[in-house]
């Protein structure tokens, strides 16, 4: 039960904000589908070793959950490491936000 708490908790308010957050940046710089897709694949992937890491560190979470809801919690910072999908689709995010002008 509680797995299934903190799986909902991550996904609901750590994930989806950063998901949305790169998602909309990326739409705006018109980036190809592919790459959205990428970045999907990279929280579906990361979701498991996040929920872990949220329940073996509750604290962690927490702080995650308020930098994310806040904004203030930077997307490799994260996803980096959290899935092995994750470095190659911030690197195609970050290539192509740099392109287009728009990294921040």
Same mark, same amino acid.
């Given at each position: ?10 996904a609901?308010f750590? &994930?989806?904000?950063? +998901?949305?957050e790169?998602t909309?940046? &990326? +739409?705006?710089?018109? *980036?190809? +589908?592919? $790459?959205?897709?990428?970045? %999907?694949? @990279? /929280? %579906?992937? /990361?979701?498991?070793? $996040? ?7 509750p604290?962690? /979470?927490?702080? *995650?959950?308020?930098? !994310?809801?806040?904004?203030?919690l930077q ?6 490491? !959290?899935?092995?999908? @994750?470095?190659p *689709?911030? !690197?195609?995010?970050? +290539? ?6 728009? /990294?921040?």
């Open positions: 039960m509680f797995e299934g708490l903190m799986n909902w908790v991550v609901s750590l &994930l989806g904000p950063i +998901q949305a790169i909309q940046r &990326l +739409q705006a710089a018109r *980036a190809p +589908q592919e $790459l959205v897709q990428q970045v %999907s694949r @990279c /929280a %579906s992937d /990361a979701l498991p070793g $996040l929920v872990q890491r949220a329940m073996s560190n604290a962690w /979470a927490v702080g *995650a959950v308020v930098r !994310a809801q806040t904004g203030s997307p490799e910072a994260l996803l980096g490491d !959290a899935a092995p999908s @994750c470095p *689709a911030i !690197a195609a995010v970050r +290539q192509h936000l740099a392109r287009r002008g728009s /990294a921040s």
